[in-house]
């Protein structure tokens, strides 16, 4: 596709729900990104793939977090037993390579749990 | 670890006033620098970077110098629209590009 793009736009979650949050990259971006951004805060850093392999999720805020890229392509970004402060804008970003700076940012999805 | 400071907002200008935006850093090695902006309702677009010292990034009439003596990378802009009324990040990442650390981003406000 011409950019990244994410579903669902706005995820209301009761919580404890487990939601999924979906990624579609820029088609032959290697690198594959996921952000939190919390409400006037700039984004952090979730986890990052090179292709199918996660090689850094050590920004995970705990274990319910969960990521994959099975193929190497789409990503699934998993919440489970959403709490209150899960609340946020979940950013994926892509990119061509590691050795290409530029980032290219979905416009998020704005989870809500009440 | 990492990280980046910016000004606080929000900065509020008339059309064609000059602006400046403040970015700091503090990175272990030789981080690459961004500009990031966010137009209402719009996700994040790089607006421009700049990988080595002294380098300039340049893009829409915004400019910006990393200088690695000042560990700094301000945006700046001769005269701003109401177009350009946006929140900006200033960002940096590692060598290795692996992820971005972002600043909590600053607001633009342009009056006519």
């Known amino acids: 596709g011409a950019g990244v793009s994410q579903s669902p736009r706005y995820k209301v979650a009761k919580r404890g729900q487990d939601v999924a949050l979906r990624c579609d990259p820029i088609?032959?971006?290697?690198?594959l990104f996921w952000y939190q951004q919390a409400l006037g805060q700039g984004p952090e850093f979730l986890t990052y793939f090179q292709n199918e392999a996660q090689l850094d999720k050590s920004g995970l805020p705990s274990d319910r977090f969960f990521a994959e890229r099975p193929e190497g392509s789409v990503s699934t970004l998993k919440i489970q037993r959403t709490q209150q402060e899960d609340s946020a804008v979940y950013l994926c970003?892509?990119?061509?390579?590691?050795?290409?700076?530029?980032?290219?940012f979905g416009q998020g999805t704005r989870l809500t749990v009440v | 670890g990492d990280s980046v400071t910016q000004m606080e907002g929000p900065v509020t200008l008339s059309e064609e006033a000059f602006l400046t935006i403040n970015c700091t850093y503090t990175a272990t090695g030789y981080p690459s620098l961004f500009w990031y902006v966010q137009y209402p309702g719009e996700g994040l677009q790089l607006l421009l970077k700049a990988t080595k010292a002294d380098d300039k990034g340049s893009n829409k009439g915004f400019e910006a110098t990393y200088r690695k003596e000042t560990t700094s990378f301000h945006l700046e802009k001769g005269s701003v629209q109401v177009s350009d009324s946006a929140v900006y990040f200033c960002?940096?990442?590692?060598?290795?590009?692996?992820?971005?650390?972002f600043g909590t981003g600053t607001r633009l406000l342009v009056s006519p």
């Open positions: 088609s032959g971006h290697v690198s």
């Open positions: 970003a892509s990119s061509f390579s590691t050795g290409r700076p530029e980032a290219f």
């Open positions: 960002a940096l990442s590692d060598q290795g590009f692996q992820k971005l650390v």
